[in-house]
């Protein structure tokens, strides 16, 4: 039993694969055709992930219109929207570079997913030869589909509440029943939550604490041995190369993250100015016993924002260092944050999504050599 190492979820999209995305937006090329494109994508990064040696992978998310809309929508642009949704939702976050990402908004009842992770997972295992991930979108997120203030006519919110809860279980049930191993919830909101920003109304509301409610209303539905395999992963957020709730301090997120049921956590660090600091509050906040589980800290090691690759060397003195506060037992290694957690995503840090894909396999190959070597180092080899 070595030290467990897994990714967070998404890849650069190929420059390929983006181009033939606008395509199908301006009515150019038709579903096959873009399908064509996200299967030679989705190869790829099964069989270059496979080749880093990494014990468990992706598809890095190649289908999916984005980490948050992969149920409701085809595109970012709004192809394919499910029926009670209109693109002119609130803003899910204002990055640091000035950009924004936005929801759709709720227009009606019932609310139900278009498509649920386990279609990704269908396909990626007729190609994987290693067990397989697959990250979710949290109930937390979706709930800001509804309107911040008011209500949707007819469809009170905590109606909407029930049949969210409802569709991420089944999105976590149907990705383990198509033979995901391990599922991760993306729950980048949660450290904005602890942010105000007068531009974005939703994150100065306190909303930290009704999140993880919610997220447990979903994560209490599974058993204890399935919860080992239930994962929350969390960061300040990582699209276009920028951020959007670093300076938010982990001392306001960590001791309510981790009254979130799961078995583990995927915490981005390796960006973290103050990592030790970070590392303590995981060793103290994480529990030993979540209702019949204990709760596995992977620590993030490599930053998918900047085109420098980490050493095997500095990924295993991270993981030693880490030690010192986490148990090595109740210790892991993860990227901070998916490669690019939106599908139109042009890395202009790394000068273009191709390249970006390119480095992203060389980091991903350093966690796993310097998680081996931090294994031995510490004698969990
Ligand atoms: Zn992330």
């Not at 529990?287 to 900047?306: E, T």
Request: proline share 6%.
């Amino acid at each position: 039993m070595t030290i467990p190492t897994e990714n967070v979820g998404s890849l650069p999209r190929p420059a390929k694969l983006q181009t033939a995305i606008a395509d199908y937006d301006a009515g150019k090329i038709s579903r096959e055709e873009l399908k064509h494109e996200q299967d030679a994508a989705c190869l790829d990064s099964i069989k270059r992930m496979e080749a880093t040696g990494s014990p468990i992978v992706s598809d890095g998310e190649q289908r999916a219109s984005s980490f948050a809309t992969y149920p409701l929508t085809d595109t970012l642009a709004g192809t394919g929207l499910a029926p009670n949704l209109a693109t002119d939702g609130q803003y899910f976050a204002i990055f640091t570079d000035g950009h924004h990402r936005q929801l759709p908004r709720l227009t009606g009842g019932p609310f139900h997913y278009k498509t649920f992770a386990a279609e990704y997972v269908k396909e990626a295992v007729k190609i994987a030869t290693k067990p397989l991930k697959q990250a979710v979108i949290a109930p937390s997120m979706l709930s800001l589909l509804y309107p911040l203030d008011g209500k949707v006519d007819g469809y009170p919110r905590e109606r909407f509440l029930e049949d969210l809860c409802n569709e991420c279980e089944q999105d976590i049930r149907k990705c383990f029943d198509a033979g995901a191993k391990r599922i991760s919830i993306d729950f980048t909101e949660g450290r904005l939550a602890c942010r105000n920003d007068p531009r974005n109304p939703w994150t100065g509301r306190k909303m930290l604490e009704q999140f993880i409610e919610l997220n447990n209303r979903v994560i209490d539905r599974f058993s204890a041995v399935e919860r080992k395999n239930i994962g929350i992963h969390t960061c300040p957020g990582g699209d276009l190369d920028s951020t959007h709730s670093a300076d938010v301090d982990y001392a306001e997120l960590l001791p309510s993250m981790f009254m979130m049921n799961a078995g583990y956590f995927l915490i981005q660090l390796a960006s973290e100015k103050d990592k030790e600091r970070v590392y303590k509050m995981c060793g103290e906040h994480s529990r030993v016993d979540a209702n019949g589980i204990p709760q596995i800290c992977f620590i993030g090691v490599i930053d998918p924002l900047s085109p420098r690759v980490e050493t095997p060397e500095q990924v295993q003195a991270d993981l030693v260092t880490a030690a010192r506060y986490i148990p090595k037992e109740r210790l892991g290694s993860t990227d901070d944050c998916g490669f690019s957690p939106f599908s139109i995503d042009m890395k202009p840090k790394h000068g273009s999504p191709d390249v970006a894909r390119d480095i992203a396999f060389r980091k991903i190959a350093a966690r796993v050599k310097g998680t081996a070597m931090a294994s031995e180092k510490l004698g969990v080899a």
